[in-house]
């Protein structure tokens, strides 16, 4: 049996209008891909500032940096400096 990355993320909101997103794994692909959605429409609503936690990240593709760079370009916060693929 093919051993399957996995990837994991946590969302917590805040008292101060923030949206905590915490990813593990790998966030590639279709994942990446979603997750963005998610953070898109909460920040979109302009009820939301995302903090992004990266501390157990393993891997990302060109669609994970794109999820980063978003965020850094809506004004959130990425607690770990990432190196894009």
């Known amino acids: 049996m093919q051993n399957m ?3 994991h993320f946590s969302i917590s909101f805040t008292d101060d209008g923030r949206l ?3 990813i593990a ?3 590639t692909g279709s994942r990446a891909r979603k997750i963005l959605d998610i953070v898109e429409t909460a920040v979109e609503s302009d009820r ?4 992004a936690e990266l501390d157990d ?4 593709d060109s ?3 794109r999820v980063i760079e978003w965020i850094r ?3 959130g916060e990425v607690n770990q400096a ?3 693929p």
């Not at 990240?57 to 990302?60: H, P």
């Open 5 to 7: 990355a996995k990837t």
């Open 20 to 22: 905590n997103i915490g």
């Open 25 to 27: 794994g790998d966030l």
């Open 48 to 51: 939301w500032k995302v903090r």
């Open 57 to 60: 990240l393993i891997s990302l």
């Open 63 to 65: 669609l994970g940096s």
């Open 73 to 75: 370009e809506k004004g």
């Open 82 to 84: 990432v190196i894009s």
